[in-house]
């Protein structure tokens, strides 16, 4: 089972979602010349899930929560299909659990039910996805690392799982695991999750956001334990968001802004109260927030600055272990049109290729299936 993360350290243990991060926040999809494979992937904690052009969905890492669908795995070296989940429109993944939307806008979770991210009482893990009961006409989720959420075609968003810090948009109970309308949020646009915070886009553009907020991530431009629904000032109409673990990016017309925990020394200070302009890094096309890093895509190349412990920026070894300030290109990707990371993981979308993935691979989270600990080199992603 899970065990839950130290908030106060969120700025060096913080979970990248894609995702949360990246799949929430709705990426453009550009038309891949000669690819094949995954249309959209979002990537946990050690493992990562892929929606296949025909509805189905493949996972690959850690297994021994049912991530990737299998009660008797240890570990996915490569992406394996989950059963029962078909006519698929979006994957999401959490820590060690993950979520799918259907296309009849119900909702189906397997891994990891510790706090009920599963939408059922009962702890214990499931390797099959089951329907979430209570949700109809979803349009889009978001998972943070053990809560989830979920975009209603009315605009209402109701949430379920962990709530130590108010996840679920409420100061009580302290996890739940029927879905619940947040409250005092207006009707909302899109959706996207961090690892204890959540935030939506509001009909006028504006990003509201509730949860955890100890670099003030969840927009209440001081740190707190955690926050009700509140506005991001100095943010309205962005075309992506991201979320990480205690901060929040932000980019309109290739402009990227964060606010929350400065962690990756993008700029002076350890701590933005509202969205900063980041200078180093211009033209943005994509970016993804991660556990200890940021990347983005600009001109079709994807540069990505942060802790590099892991081979996370795929640089050369004397750069491992420190905090690179100034965002570095991946070598050999200079036709990418997304990116995304996972906990110790990253992938980008090339036009050529399709997916390619590098990083930390100890728990085959890296899924390209090789034996390394670590995989420098982007590689793609078997399919």
């Known amino acids: 089972m899970s065990q839950l993360p130290n908030l106060a350290a969120a700025s060096l243990a913080c979970l990248c979602l894609i995702s949360a991060s990246s799949t929430s926040a709705q990426p453009t999809r ?4 000669r690819a094949s494979g995954p249309t959209q992937i979002s990537m946990g904690n050690d493992f990562g899930c892929g929606l296949d052009p025909t509805g189905s969905v493949k996972c690959w890492g850690r297994c021994s929560d049912g991530e990737c669908g299998s009660a008797n795995l240890r570990a996915a070296p490569t992406p394996r299909t989950v059963d029962g989940l078909s006519n698929i429109t979006q994957v999401v993944a959490g820590y060690s659990f993950a979520c799918a939307l ?17 939408g059922v009482d009962n702890p214990e893990t499931r390797a099959r996805p089951q329907v979430v009961p209570g949700l109809d006409e979803i349009t889009e989720l978001a998972l943070g690392s053990f809560h989830a959420c979920a975009l209603r075609g009315d605009g209402r968003v109701l949430c379920w799982g962990l709530n130590t810090y108010a996840n679920l948009g409420t100061p009580a109970p302290e996890k739940r695991a029927a879905a619940a309308l947040v409250p005092r949020l207006p009707r909302a646009t899109h959706l996207w999750a961090g690892q204890y915070h959540t935030c939506a886009q ?14 003030g ?12 629904v509140t506005r991001v000032r100095g943010l309205r109409n962005p075309e992506h968001v991201e979320l990480g673990g205690a901060m929040g990016c932000a980019s309109t017309a290739g402009v990227m802004s964060c606010w929350g925990s400065n962690i990756f020394n993008s700029g002076p200070g350890a701590f933005w109260s509202t ?4 200078s180093r890094i211009s033209q943005v096309e994509s970016m993804a927030v991660g556990r200890r890093n940021l990347c983005a895509v600009s001109g079709g190349r ?7 412990d892991m081979e996370q920026l795929a640089v050369p070894t004397q750069e491992r272990g420190h905090i690179v300030s100034d965002p570095m290109a991946v070598p050999g990707i200079d036709d990418a049109v997304e990116v995304v990371i996972g906990g110790f993981a990253q992938c980008a979308r090339r036009r050529s290729v399709g997916w390619v993935c590098w990083g930390y691979n100890g728990r085959a989270g890296v899924g390209v299936g090789s034996s390394a600990r670590l995989v420098s080199v982007p590689t793609p992603l078997p399919w």
């Open 275 to 278: 969205p900063q302009t980041l």
């Open 302 to 308: 994807v540069f990505c600055w942060g802790v590099n």
């Open 202 to 215: 509001d009909q006028r553009g504006r990003i509201r956001c509730w949860g955890g907020s100890s670099n």
């Open 102 to 118: 259907r296309g009849d806008g119900k909702v189906l979770c397997w891994g990891d039910n510790e706090y009920g991210q599963l």
């Open 30 to 33: 550009q038309p891949l010349a």
């Open 217 to 228: 991530q969840a927009g209440t431009r001081r740190r707190t334990r955690s926050a009700p």
